[in-house]
């Protein structure tokens, strides 16, 4: 299908044979905006809020200008009260609206976690079953340039640890308009986690609405030597480095988790079942991470398939220093992950 | 402030009776939650709210089925005043499947969703921005709903307060903040947390209306909630009541704390002589608005009422394992 292929910019997009033939090519940001406009003009329970979602900058163009469309009353500015805004989101969504709450940075969610999970991910379960919270909290994960320690955290994990929350993690301008419909029609809390880096990221979107199913995973690429299991950005990353693998003669297949919880492991199990190995690029850090708990299931269900050692590449494990000389050996990229896929296949290789 | 409540000539007979059938229901479910405590038949930590009936009655005289109640850990006297059915609440405490909450919540956890009693949250100071959101949806769907907030003197410390009172301000939510100030958070007394001992002022920083009353008078509560409420409805945002009340038991469990020296026993002597119910029953007496044979019927129909909760609760079955799983994701059917 056109729309799981993923070009970094508009000029590989381009390159590739870009739109025609009945497809068009959006980014990232451009297929966010279509979706939240889209939900804004079809649903009237749908509304958006956070702080400066109307402003110049419109979250990184993903809001620009809806203000202007649908009122202030449905894309809503809002004081900076993390907390208080998320329950007040929880307490509307609870109530028959679908709200999309934005923060402009995933570092800002810990002052929210009171509302996220004591309430959110309680309020169904803890009366029975009565009550529906069909709320979607978009977030962004910042990286590079001097962000340091608050502002390019990736906090995935925290949220996936908890039951009653959802969390996906798009990586494509398609996933993430179908998966931002998903979210908001799901009925469930939803920690929507996107990545800074992918908002020019450009890929085809077809322009009626439609859904991406949460909590099924995607792969990208086919392969016989290799699992890579990756999410966001990670997965541009690791498609990157299966072509400068297959360079060297080896089979990479990259599955795209795009959901966290719930994490589609039996289609990694598959792979990895077929490949024997298994790498996890996450772009978090590793201590009870995806890569753990992808490791944790693979070793309870198929405790045999592998035939090297799992690998995981994550952040460094401390928090993210400014300097670029520091961000450099903080951040794994794709000769992290193809490092790791070529030790890995020759200990493969090695233990026939 | 009055030591006793006063008789307002302004309300009706019926509305009069209504607020004291109101606080008899919340007294006299709780009585018996103390008298069958003990047989630890009712698994879960109860909080209750013997001697601060006056604030949920006199709130709740004043709303529509429709209207929205978020509360607290200590909620039985909200749902009950907002209209809930003793027998779901009574089988939530004894952990049944016929309970509000399926037996997900227990006593903390109470919900009617037909009545507008929206849940409640045992973190303080949680169920705050909530209530603020569903006025919020109130607001967006212009569908004339007011939403009460019941917190205690403690929720007043939290940040999200403010946040979520500056908020409802801001956008002149239809919404009544009602703090039920009984003076003590666990066992912490206020004059120990507060530099300042007037909640009811902060309104004031948010251009709102706030006030400080006797939260043991039923009709001084109907009054200044009837204001709020009808303020919130017309458009002209939230309120903030201060009612100033006494716990007569523990923060957690049928015991007084004076039992476990935790306060002076004299200090709850005084509240008892101040009591929501004695008073304002001795006055409608006095004016000849209620007779004892009258008073006799309402509370027999009320100990019915319990005595059927309690034979349902205790009859009803616990969920199974099966249930465990279930309701942590929403959906239509209930299932998993």
Redesign the interface.
Known sequence: MPWTKIYGNKADFEKAGGAGAGLRGLTYREALHEAASQLLESDQNV?VMGEGVDDGGGVFGSTLNLHKRFGS??VMD??L?E???????????????RPILVHMRIDFMPLTM??II??AAK???????????PLTIRSIIGRGWGSAAQHSQSLQSLFANI??L?VVMPSTPYDAKGLLRASVYD??PVMFIEHRWLYEHMGHVPIEPYTVPIGKSITRRNGKDVTIAAVSQMVFEAMQAAELLAADGIDCEVIDLRTIRPLDSDAVIESVTKTGALIVADTGWASCGIGAELAARLVERAHGALKAPLKRINFADCPTPASPALEKAYYPDRHTIAAAVRETFELKRSNG | MTSVATIDTDLSTETLIALLTSMLRIRMFEERIVALYPEQEMKCPVHLCIGQEAIASGVCANLEVKDYVFSNHRGHGHAIAKGADFRPLMAEFYGKKTGCSAGKGGSMHIIDLPRGVFGTSAIVGGGIPMGVGAALASSLKRDGRVTIIFFGDGASEEGVFYESFNFAALKKLPVVFVCENNLYATNSPQTARHSTCRIADSAAVFGSHGACIDGNDAVSVYWSAKKAVEKARAGQGPSLIEALTYRWKGHVGPEADHEKGLRPKDELFEWIKRCPIEGFKKQLLDTGLLNEERIADITTSIKVEIDDAIEFAKMSQYPSPEDLLKNVYFTPDGGI
Request: aromatic fraction near 10%.
């Open positions: 509304f009353d449905r809002t004081p009260a907390n208080a805004l998320t329950g007040i989101a929880i307490g509307a969504a609870a109530s028959g609206m009171d509302q004591n309430h309020w169904s379960y803890m009366f029975g079953g009565a009550v529906s919270v039951p009653g959802k009925g469930n």
